[in-house]
């Protein structure tokens, strides 16, 4: 990484809300169907919070967003019993391999403790194993939306 990265709450640049919507929508428009790209911007506009969930913060790479992550209270339409779930958790193509997704997820788990949370739930189609490295333990597999996707969880 040549710069450091950072990481601020999307509160404080909305102005990136439709690039990271288009980014969302074309990573995981196949597992919400029923969700336009505007639905994914208006679900990204219910996060700009600072202090209370939902929330959601960009990665900022030489003070462009190349990245995003968000603590949701729901993710899913099922396991309505689980909750708070880490989210949107995206890097654009450039920013990719460079170890900027172990960053960025260890950076907002530690967001999670500052904030009082001690428990997490995440799903995720085909990256299980880099959770696993990071501390996260698989809680099940399902079938969702038409893909088998594992659920998993950490405690703090």
Known sequence: MSNKPTLTLLKHCPEHIPEIAKW???EWGALFPEKSEADFASDLAATLNDAEL????VLLLDEQVVGTASILLQDMQTNLDLSPWLAN?????AARGKGLGKWLVTQVMTKAQQLGLTKL????????????????QP?????????????????A
């Open 89 to 93: 958790i995206y890097l654009a193509p």
């Open 139 to 155: 809680l099940k597999q399902e079938l969702y939306e038409g893909k088998l996707v594992t659920i998993m969880h950490w405690q």
């Open 54 to 57: 939902p929330l959601s913060w």
């Open 24 to 26: 969302h929508y074309h």
């Open 121 to 136: 739930y995440l799903f995720t189609e085909n990256k299980p194993e880099f959770y696993q490295q990071l501390g996260w």
